[in-house]
């Protein structure tokens, strides 16, 4: 049984999300008794290899062509199925990070899967993977089965261990995977990132603001707590709506569902849609003057006090600790 | 031109979700069902795009009866069709759904097919994407710009700590992310006028379901969290308990 593993590069980079989902697969594959396969795409890539055989690949394909040095929404679902059906993958695992997203279900209808999509954990039950996955924002989880033979699932970013095996032996493969213009009939051309912004789908720490920060120029003591922290920014709902920050910061249903390691809500009331979309973080602080807000009711650590105060002190206390 | 919008009918995000006896199913009493919110975006964007080339927009819905509020709401912000595509909600999976809508779009071939990103119900985020590869087309998901020129589409699209922009060509299939556009809302008039406008009902084949859900849980409720102080001095403590205690800093 093979368990290919889309392991996402960026500039000739790989992110964290890439070495969970080759983990994942090898714990899957190690409990149904299988083969992890890790799968490169983009240009000049196959260095990369002997990293993903690090955290668990059994053996590295490595598609390269100087037209994937960007991602293509056509032309990248083709080669992860082309992959998968020459190898004859029975699993195909994908990470849920905005490539993995646009390119997992065009490649379950590729290879007539079934797909299950932001996975949280799985367990094997009589010998067949069984996935959790939220629904409604993580109000409730749900416990699917697939039942097709080849099984698409992709994975939450955050949330499964990147550990490293202990693999001497890297088994990178080249594979020709023959393209036409056609498969590029849409194509990236531009990419518009600012340099070393982290994501808050994407961070381990979130520090988000809420409308108890009282203006939009306040959140620069948020973004310093986030800065000295290693984390990035995040926002409630009411203050995209009001305009101060933008929609890509959103966390909640209608933005984004995230699992950091700790989240910190200041100023933010909770509503049901916000909870839903940060509860299943590890560790959360609220600081709000509202002693009554549900925002306290899924926090592990709380003050309650007014954000402006409370801020710069803790930016303090923690550039302290972190001697910076 | 022709415009397709997929639009579904969703729980109000402000609903608590619960469980039904069934453990598979959610309870649907006293739930509040609304037009899902980024198919509202994609809603507005077919409507300017019509408003600036012309032509038809058509919105479809898979569903049963209760669907027809929110194919309602569409005909009331502007569409000039609704069609409802008669189907149970039960037992479906983003798969089932995508091969449903993808048989009717063929029939009619639009040259713009819009989703909203993902339905705040299932939250897949698949369906539109499906539907692209069964009918052949590309596509490009979670848009924040989209303009068309001389059958190019230049767009973009949110991505970790930024955007892209992606080149295609129509016929094409989009997902709307919010901040696409401001959707408007239902005049008086529209709503008056959506009232007389008929639904169009269709029974398609159904396709089975490929995932199946065995059962729904509650995620794990958090309890017991500590008030560590009332002020700025508390910080101290907080500190200490993040870094010795929960480990993270």
């Given at each position: 049984?093979?368990?290919?593993?889309?392991?996402?590069?960026?500039?000739?980079?790989?992110?964290?999300?890439?070495?969970?989902?080759?983990?994942?697969?090898?714990?899957?594959?190690?409990?149904?008794?299988?083969?992890?396969?890790?799968?490169?795409?983009?240009?000049?890539?196959?260095?990369?290899?002997?990293?993903?055989?690090?955290?668990?690949?059994?053996?590295?394909v490595?598609?390269q062509?100087?037209?994937?040095?960007?991602?293509s929404?056509?032309?990248y679902?083709?080669?992860?199925?082309?992959?998968a059906?020459?190898?004859?993958?029975?699993?195909?695992?994908?990470?849920?990070?905005?490539?993995?997203?646009?390119?997992?279900?065009?490649?379950?209808?590729?290879?007539?899967?079934?797909?299950?999509?932001?996975?949280?954990s799985?367990s094997?039950?009589?010998?067949?993977?069984?996935?959790?996955?939220?629904?409604?924002a993580?109000?409730?989880?749900?416990?699917?089965?697939?039942?097709?033979?080849?099984?698409?699932?992709?994975?939450?970013?955050?949330?499964?261990?990147?550990?490293?095996?202990?693999?001497?032996?890297?088994?990178?493969?080249?594979?020709?995977?023959?393209?036409?213009?056609?498969?590029?009939?849409?194509?990236?051309?531009?990419?518009?990132?600012?340099?070393?912004?982290?994501?808050?789908?994407?961070?381990?720490?979130?520090?988000?603001?809420?409308?108890?920060?009282?203006?939009?120029?306040?959140?620069?003591?948020?973004?310093?707590?986030?800065?000295?922290?290693?984390?990035a920014?995040?926002?409630?709902?009411?203050v995209?709506?009001?305009?101060?920050?933008?929609?890509?910061?959103q966390?909640?249903?209608?933005?984004k569902?995230?699992?950091?390691?700790?989240?910190i809500?200041?100023?933010?009331?909770?509503?049901?849609?916000?909870?839903?979309?940060?509860?299943?973080?590890?560790?959360?602080?609220?600081?709000?003057?509202?002693?009554d807000?549900?925002?306290?009711?899924?926090?592990?650590?709380?003050?309650?006090?007014d954000?402006?105060?409370?801020?710069?002190?803790?930016?303090?206390?923690?550039?302290?600790?972190?001697?910076? | 031109?022709?415009?397709?919008?997929?639009?579904?009918?969703?729980?109000?995000?402000?609903?608590?979700?619960?469980?039904?006896?069934?453990?598979?199913?959610?309870?649907?009493?006293?739930?509040?069902y609304?037009?899902?919110?980024?198919?509202?975006?994609?809603?507005?964007?077919?409507?300017?795009?019509?408003?600036?080339?012309?032509?038809?927009?058509?919105?479809?819905?898979?569903?049963?009866?209760?669907?027809?509020?929110?194919?309602?709401?569409?005909?009331?912000m502007?569409?000039?069709?609704?069609?409802?595509?008669k189907?149970?909600?039960?037992?479906?999976?983003?798969?089932?759904?995508?091969?449903?809508?993808?048989?009717?779009?063929?029939?009619?071939?639009?040259?713009?097919?819009?989703?909203?990103?993902?339905?705040?119900?299932?939250?897949?985020?698949g369906v539109?994407?499906?539907?692209?590869?069964?009918?052949?087309?590309?596509?490009?998901?979670?848009?924040?710009?989209?303009?068309?020129?001389?059958?190019?589409?230049?767009?973009e699209?949110?991505?970790?700590?930024?955007?892209?922009?992606?080149?295609?060509?129509?016929?094409?299939?989009?997902?709307?992310?919010k901040?696409?556009?401001?959707?408007?809302?239902?005049?008086?008039?529209?709503i008056?006028?959506?009232?007389?406008?008929?639904?169009?009902?269709k029974?398609?084949?159904?396709?089975?379901?490929?995932?199946?859900?065995?059962?729904?849980?509650r995620?794990?409720?958090?309890?017991?969290?500590?008030?560590?102080?009332?002020?700025?001095?508390?910080?101290?403590?907080?500190v200490n308990?993040l870094?010795?205690?929960?480990?993270?800093?």
């Amino acid at each position: 049984m093979k368990i290919l593993a889309f392991a996402e590069q960026n500039e000739g980079k790989l992110k964290k999300p890439a070495f969970e989902v080759v983990c994942t697969a090898r714990n899957l594959a190690d409990k149904l008794k299988g083969e992890a396969v890790a799968l490169l795409i983009g240009n000049n890539v196959q260095q990369l290899g002997n990293e993903l055989a690090k955290y668990g690949a059994h053996k590295v394909v490595v598609v390269q062509n100087p037209k994937l040095e960007k991602y293509s929404p056509t032309a990248y679902p083709k080669i992860v199925a082309e992959v998968a059906k020459s190898i004859g993958a029975s699993v195909v695992l994908v990470s849920a990070t905005s490539h993995g997203k646009d390119c997992a279900p065009r490649v379950a209808v590729k290879l007539n899967a079934g797909f299950g999509s932001d996975c949280i954990s799985f367990s094997i039950e009589d010998g067949t993977i069984v996935a959790t996955r939220p629904v409604y924002a993580g109000k409730v989880l749900t416990n699917i089965k697939i039942n097709s033979d080849v099984k698409v699932f992709t994975i939450r970013p955050n949330v499964f261990p990147a550990n490293i095996y202990d693999s001497n032996s890297s088994n990178v493969e080249i594979f020709e995977i023959p393209l036409t213009d056609s498969d590029f009939s849409a194509r990236v051309t531009e990419v518009m990132q600012i340099a070393g912004k982290l994501d808050v789908s994407e961070a381990d720490i979130v520090v988000t603001g809420g409308r108890g920060m009282k203006g939009p120029e306040n959140f620069k003591m948020l973004e310093e707590l986030a800065e000295t922290l290693g984390g990035a920014v995040g926002a409630s709902r009411a203050v995209v709506d009001a305009g101060w920050r933008p929609h890509s910061e959103q966390v909640g249903q209608t933005g984004k569902t995230i699992s950091p390691s700790l989240y910190i809500a200041v100023g933010v009331s909770g509503a049901i849609q916000h909870l839903a979309g940060m509860s299943s973080s590890k560790y959360i602080v609220a600081i709000n003057k509202d002693k009554d807000a549900p925002i306290f009711q899924v926090a592990d650590y709380g003050i309650v006090g007014d954000a402006l105060e409370i801020i710069p002190a803790l930016t303090k206390e923690v550039k302290k600790l972190l001697g910076k | 031109m022709k415009f397709a919008v997929c639009v579904s009918h969703v729980p109000d995000t402000a609903a608590k979700i619960n469980i039904s006896a069934d453990g598979k199913t959610i309870d649907k009493s006293g739930i509040a069902y609304v037009m899902n919110p980024y198919d509202e975006f994609a809603v507005e964007e077919c409507l300017r795009l019509k408003e600036k080339f012309g032509g038809e927009v058509v919105a479809i819905s898979l569903g049963d009866d209760t669907y027809k509020e929110t194919l309602r709401k569409a005909l009331a912000m502007g569409v000039d069709r609704a069609v409802l595509l008669k189907d149970d909600p039960a037992n479906w999976d983003s798969y089932s759904v995508a091969r449903a809508l993808a048989d009717y779009l063929k029939e009619i071939s639009p040259d713009v097919i819009f989703f909203g990103k993902q339905s705040v119900d299932y939250d897949s985020s698949g369906v539109g994407l499906m539907v692209a590869e069964m009918l052949g087309l590309p596509s490009v998901s979670v848009v924040t710009k989209l303009e068309i020129k001389d059958g190019t589409v230049l767009v973009e699209r949110e991505i970790e700590g930024g955007k892209e922009k992606v080149e295609t060509k129509l016929p094409a299939v989009f997902t709307a992310q919010k901040g696409l556009n401001e959707p408007r809302y239902p005049t008086l008039k529209g709503i008056m006028a959506a009232k007389s406008k008929p639904i169009e009902e269709k029974t398609l084949q159904k396709y089975p379901a490929k995932v199946e859900i065995l059962k729904m849980h509650r995620p794990q409720a958090k309890s017991g969290g500590k008030i560590v102080g009332t002020d700025a001095s508390a910080v101290v403590e907080l500190v200490n308990l993040l870094h010795n205690e929960a480990k993270v800093i």
